[in-house]
């Protein structure tokens, strides 16, 4: 079982950017696809992002593609979520989720959610 820890939220200008960081502790980290998830207010979880275990796949969701990378370093058990040209709607709780599938898209893909970092764009 893995234990995930998400990191680097925070409150930022539209344009601006963060990096989210997700850490992994217990079982075998480099064994797990990982995927990014975001949920607003009001709104159902979102896919993001995904990342295969060598960190040579991606895929992004159409909203996010060229302005987010993810990007991972095994050695560290981390992923990284770099967030770029940042928009309004790109505010809510950002989660990281371990899993074996992937590519995988959909929540119920996933086995192992950390506990949200929260994203706030202001305009």
């Known amino acids: 079982q893995v234990h995930l820890v998400e990191s680097g939220g925070g409150l930022v200008q539209a344009g601006g950017s963060l990096r989210l960081s997700c850490g992994a502790s217990?079982?075998?980290?480099?064994?797990?696809?990982v995927g990014w998830f975001r949920q607003a207010p009001g709104k159902e979880r979102e896919f993001v992002a995904t990342?295969?275990?060598?960190?040579?796949?991606?895929a992004y969701v159409g909203s996010v593609k060229g302005r987010f990378t993810v990007s991972r370093a095994n050695a560290k058990n981390t992923v990284y979520l770099q967030m770029n040209s940042l928009k309004p709607e790109d505010t809510a709780v950002y989660y990281c989720?371990?899993?074996?599938?992937?590519?995988?898209?959909?929540?119920?893909?996933?086995?192992?959610w950390g506990q949200g970092t929260q994203v706030t764009v202001s305009s």
């Open positions: 989720a371990a899993g074996q599938y992937s590519g995988g898209r959909s929540s119920s893909q996933y086995d192992y």
């Open positions: 217990g079982g075998t980290f480099s064994s797990y696809v």
């Open positions: 990342i295969n275990r060598s960190g040579g796949l991606t």
